[in-house]
């Protein structure tokens, strides 16, 4: 949907930040109560904290089923929206 290539990079600049505000880099009992509850409730937490205990060989628990279901869902979401806009250009 961007006319021009600055424009379609600049569609990911949240994506950029929200490992900023997420637990990869600082735990997210540490951070401020509304940070805290967006930093727990977003998909790069959940992805970082299955990643880690993976690593490290700890158990997941439901941080890798919601990662998963987090990464199915964006996925979902970004094909819909893709195929309409390719549609929308070919009709």
């Known amino acids: ?3 021009t290539m600055e424009g379609a990079s600049a569609f990911s600049y949240p994506l950029i930040f929200l490992p ?3 637990s990869a880099f ?4 540490t951070m401020p109560g509304p ?3 967006f ?3 977003q998909p790069v937490t ?3 904290n299955a990643i880690r205990a993976l690593f490290t060989r700890q158990p997941v628990g439901t941080d890798l089923w919601i990662a998963l279901a987090w990464c199915a869902g964006i996925l979902i979401v970004a094909y819909a929206f893709a ?4 549609r929308r250009k070919i009709s």
């Open 83 to 86: 195929m309409g806009t390719y």
């Open 35 to 37: 940070v805290r509850a």
């Open 1 to 3: 949907s961007a006319k």
């Open 46 to 48: 959940s992805i970082v």
């Open 39 to 41: 930093a727990e409730h």
């Open 20 to 22: 900023f505000l997420s």
């Open 26 to 29: 600082v735990p997210t009992a």
